[in-house]
């Protein structure tokens, strides 16, 4: 890379809060001969701890970029994501039978809007083989229906993690409660959609409790995939007002649309490198 | 009342579904001389309770538009109201020390958007003394420091109810339970405002609670008090976007604005006779 | 049909104003055995119309039902339809080269949850054939380059109107403007996605528009087509945030999602019978 | 000040875009002792303008904090604002006869929810006396009847600027259009509120427009005032929901909220030195 063609970086930055931070990073950034294009900063006062993301214009290579940075990093220990702008994320769908997600997934995907790339959409259904098919997409079922094939399933996902380089994991209406061992494995980089406003109506049927409570909002949550069910820290939130003239069916299907936007919204921060974990809580610099 | 000045009515009635209702009620209305200018009506497939509210512009008296309706009402075994549009409910209001929601119902109240009439606001601090003087209406706190003296203030709140006529009890922000045997008396006439998006963040400081959790909209609910706290049937619910950044000191700032519109909104609806119960659930016609 | 199985019936109807009006229709229904599952009215003082829509369950034929009916619609001189819930609406598609919105037309019509069937999708370009042969609808292109190819595409809409029983015309982003004699053919069943928030930015580039305007929300507005560009009555509109930070082809890319909603609905609402004419506005009974 | 008790301080600077702003910003800040806790910036596009907010903890005092960033300011040309966080902004309230703006701006005022001291509303009207009166603030009407009464209330309002020391004049609903000549001078100062969606139905009646029009939805704006009658740039903007049972005197109750939030919320943004002016846009720094 010449320094006639610049590149744009993103950069994710993670350390103790102190002083001087910013000042020692903008330092390097100018070491790099870059241009700071993008720039926010959040300072934890829960955790104490300081998070930054830059996108920055520079002609250096990586290698030079990283040098730059390298003694800052090092100096204030922080954990540090160097990428370049724009490259698609390698992602793993998980899927079951309903096909709102995925479409919106991949529609979004083709269209340029969503910076990730899909090697595989796995299911334990085979419902959608034939839309992840249009998109070009690979797709394989693998039925559950004990605990042995839940086992299996699991393994192909490790298995298609490894093989495909995956870096995000994105359960779009995957209908099975992950493992304690794959949540563990998959950790910070597992999203899942639920179909309701959390912490409200947790578990399962959550159209069904909300229509019994009488909610005049029904909503979605994406989270990342923790042990705790429908407890992991959230990424992004939409409702939508209903009225009492909704039955449970209509809720579901008004509520597939909040579904949809809201995990693909989650799943393009995340790909932008937008979410960051602060403890049980997540930094979003949109 | 002369029949060249025709009254603007509201009727609200209640009875179980059952072909023919609308072609008994509308038989009614015409032999009253009436003309229908709103109507809307449910059929709940939970109860299989009928639920109609009338508007009806008709030179008729009350007793003629009674007796107009009684048969109807009798034939079908119907929960009946019978009003003026615009007749101002008498509503008491029980606050703490918080002014917000006060505030609102009171400026809203004198700008005409409101059709309640405000004989007392009773409260447990003397902090809003000067606001409610400010617009005329009768002000009295009475501590409450334990049980003997709240025991007193919802004596209070019993001979105010009678004494002034009252129809509505609006709780705004009245930082207290109201005792068992108060909900029981209050039933079906108590609004109070909850300071989150219930379900989610039942009980104290519900603000705290949606900060610890990282949810990204923060909200308000309006619902009848019922001696099962924060569980009575919700009449409206408002929720507003938040981010990583806003402390608990903040949300509570943000949500302010949600909890004043959102009680104003659920006391017009049902001074309007907007609001019936249908079980746990409430049917609002806008 | 027996009496044993009740049909579903919407029935809308639209006369000048007063009284009786209800009494006299919930008569017919109770002759046909009819129980009214849902009713909305509406008088409107700026024309004087009265605006009715009913659904009903009835074991009356249609036969049955018009016959009930007949003396009524003809008493008040209504405008009516009597058609049966649910069924799908033959509905023309025109489209360029985006397919955001055609692509949500597709998937919810596929999924059930847009009553509408497609025939055919007519486009000016060749580029959405695999995104509508997917859903297995037939497709055609015809490009247009001067006054005799538009000439020849409007030929074959309206061939089209005429050989596959098209109830709706539904331009989904598609980027010509329509002849004024093909406007009043269509007048009243042609249906058009403009992409700002009306009558904001009305014509070309509204993205760039609103960037130069610094607008603080962009939308979308579903309308009906007349000859007076972009001033149809409005059926729906929607509106998202943006900020300073968006560049006229983000704009484009997040207004698309409220594009594709909005057409979606107006869609929806107009193959429920829900969207009715009072000059130039739209009584929308949702 | 000693160095134990830190000021809070907001800066903002605006210069012309290039590389190595930020590190030589962030290096004055290191030498005043400073913790950046909240830092924006934003390059512009259109006009290839640099634009930062910083909130700096610092011990040092005013003097030695702008004598660090002199150096800065000087080689970059920079456009400067150095403040004290939550200093209350010296603001004069223009206003006619509707009081739900004056209402929203003086209770969150003494709510200490927006930082501003209001030293004086100026009517042309003596409708909101009580109000004004019972939050304590000084209330002058002179009524407009006439060029010459015109002139005489814009002559007080350059008075009351002059001798209170006023650095924003906000427009709270008053009704009266400015000389070219008072645009002028309060050029950058001056926020109005006006009670439409712009650019959506400019000039006078808007609500009974958005009614002709039909639109489904209504909404404020609040923007700078210039010269060009409701072109100036815009701070923020709202919308609400309406439909066509609403009549032009229901959207104007409906439409007063968004306007009293709307003029609230862009009030205490340029109170806390977000607001920045980019060419005919503003740059919001939330």
């Known amino acids: 890379m010449t320094s006639s063609t610049p590149h744009h970086w993103v950069i994710t930055l993670v350390c103790a809060d102190q002083p001087g931070i910013v000042h020692a990073v903008s ?20 955790t104490g701890r300081f998070f930054m993301r830059l996108q920055v214009q520079s002609p250096a290579t990586r290698p030079e970029l990283e040098a730059a940075l390298a003694p800052v990093i090092e100096r204030y220990a922080m954990a540090s994501i160097i990428d370049v702008v724009g490259r698609p994320l390698r992602t793993l769908v998980l899927a079951s039978s309903a096909g709102h997600c ?11 809007q969503l910076p990730v790339e899909i090697p595989l959409v796995l299911s334990n259904h085979g419902t ?66 639920h179909h309701s406003f959390l912490p409200g109506f947790k578990g399962a049927n959550p159209y069904r ?27 992004e ?29 989650a799943v393009k921060w995340f790909a932008e490198n937008r979410v960051l974990l602060d403890g049980a809580r997540t930094i979003i610099f949109k």
């Open 128 to 193: 959608l083989r034939d839309l992840v098919g249009f998109y070009g997409v690979p797709f394989e079922s693998l039925p559950i229906t004990d605990a042995a094939s839940k086992a299996a399933f699991e393994a192909r996902v490790i298995d298609a993690v490894d093989e495909l380089d995956i870096e995000l994991v994105v359960l779009a209406r995957y209908m099975q409660i992950l493992s304690p061992e794959l949540c563990a494995r998959l950790n910070g980089r597992a999203i899942n959609i």
């Open 27 to 46: 330092g390097a950034i100018v070491q790099a001969q870059g241009n700071i294009s993008e720039s926010q900063q959040f300072s934890s006062d829960d």
């Open 209 to 235: 409790q909300a229509h019994a409570r009488g909610v005049k909002l029904i909503g979605a949550t994406a989270h990342f995939v923790t042990g705790d069910l429908d407890e992991g820290p959230i990424i």
């Open 102 to 112: 995925v479409n919106d997934l991949l529609f979004r995907q083709r269209g340029g």
């Open 237 to 265: 939130q939409n409702v939508v007002r209903v009225d009492h003239s909704r039955t449970p069916t209509e809720l579901v299907s008004i509520g597939q649309d909040e579904e949809s936007r809201t995990l693909t919204q």
